[in-house]
């Protein structure tokens, strides 16, 4: 015990070196919170879809605000052990219970590793299709 008393203060010298404090750090998980929302998901909402439709496409919002009954927002925040803080956010609008328009900042997965997000928002118009006849008068 005398031994490792003497050995203390050598120990304590040698702790600001990053070989020794990186052996001695404690280990910390990935934390994944929100909805993960990818482009494929974002590719299957058309204007026009229910709330249950657009429930079922990218599952449950994270935050349902009562004071915007007509918005619902998808907020994905990964902090992984090492490293920096990743966050995505997504609105979903409704407009007489159909969906008029998304925004936010999704990104694509490629299946091996999720790429950063945009620093800004972006605007994601879903316009709906043309009316048939429109399309021929405009042929014409």
């Known amino acids: 015990m005398k031994r490792f008393l003497l050995l203390l203060p050598f120990l304590a010298a040698c702790s600001n070196t990053p070989q020794v404090t990186s052996y001695l750090s404690p280990y910390r998980i990935d934390v994944r919170q929100g909805n993960f929302v990818t482009q494929e998901m974002v590719a299957l909402?058309?204007?026009?879809?229910?709330?249950d439709q657009v429930r079922f496409i990218l599952g449950s919002p994270l935050v349902v605000d009562m004071f915007h009954a007509d918005r619902w927002d998808y907020v994905y925040r990964f902090r992984p052990g090492n490293g920096e803080v990743q966050q995505r956010s997504m609105a979903v609008y409704f407009q007489d219970n159909k969906l008029t328009r998304v925004t936010g900042d999704v990104v694509a997965e490629d299946g091996t590793k999720a790429e950063a997000p945009k620093p800004a928002a972006q605007v994601i118009e879903i316009l709906a299709p043309a009316a048939p006849d429109?399309?021929?008068e405009e042929k014409k």
């Open 134 to 136: 429109a399309v021929k």
């Open 45 to 51: 909402l058309k204007p026009g879809l229910s709330r």
